[in-house]
């Protein structure tokens, strides 16, 4: 199984709609959890980190589930420039350990 | 901004021939990493060093990769002999804080 599973899209939305990405993770040693986000033929960068608690960015809001070992990822009021596609990324253990990536969500946003 | 600089940016080459990816962190770092990115099977953790000693290195698909980091500012990942199957985009990567920061990324093309 993999470590971090995500459903691949693509999403292709309107602007100005909501879309909500989901994230599965196998290990329950899992400590930290992000969303990266990677624009085409560009390098992934941290988009934002997930707490327990939930958080919001902005237009963008995470949620993390222990219990089911599921993380989400909630963007409101869709912009062109959110065409990306998203990773989830979990860590094992102390901030030192490595990240493990989903395969990414790919999120088109049309006029 | 951390910075890291990848080169070459593209790379096309020969099945047979040797082909070396150089990484350089712009300010050393503890950690370092080496993935590969193909639509197939997405972005893949290939080795990773922590204080330019290398500790896991289980994602190295075959004996035909190398990795060394001779100092905490310089990095190479090398493929000898390079087969088509190798044609991704190779990034580096390096650990600032809670997050890994992505050089640009090598295009490789094996023909």
């Known amino acids: 199984r993999k470590e971090v599973e995500q459903d691949p899209g693509p999403f292709n939305v309107p602007e100005g709609a909501t879309v909500a990405f989901n994230c599965t993770y196998s290990?329950?040693?899992?400590?930290?959890f992000f969303w990266y986000r990677q624009d085409c033929r560009k390098e992934p960068k941290l988009l934002m980190s997930v707490y327990s608690s939930g958080n919001e960015d902005g237009r963008f809001t995470a949620q993390l589930n222990r219990a089911s070992q599921y993380i989400s990822l909630l963007i409101r009021d869709s912009k062109l420039s959110d065409s990306a596609t998203y990773l989830c990324v979990v860590r094992r253990g102390s901030t030192l350990g490595r990240l493990y990536f989903g395969r990414g969500t790919q999120l088109t946003v049309w006029p | 901004d951390a910075g890291v600089i990848q080169s070459p940016r593209h790379e096309v080459t020969e099945m047979g021939q040797e082909v070396t990816l150089r990484c350089k962190p712009i300010s050393g770092h503890d950690y370092l990493f080496w993935y590969r990115q193909t639509m197939m099977r997405g972005l893949e953790l290939l080795i990773y060093f922590n204080n330019n000693v290398p500790i896991d290195d289980s994602g190295m698909p075959e004996d035909r990769f190398s990795a060394k980091m001779p100092n905490a500012s310089f990095s190479t990942l090398k493929i000898q002999p390079s087969e088509p199957r190798d044609s991704a985009v190779y990034f580096c990567?390096?650990?600032?804080?809670?997050?890994?920061?992505f050089g640009p990324g090598t295009r490789l093309t094996v023909l």
């Open positions: 290990n329950s040693a899992s400590q930290s």
């Open positions: 990567a390096i650990r600032g804080g809670n997050e890994q920061f």
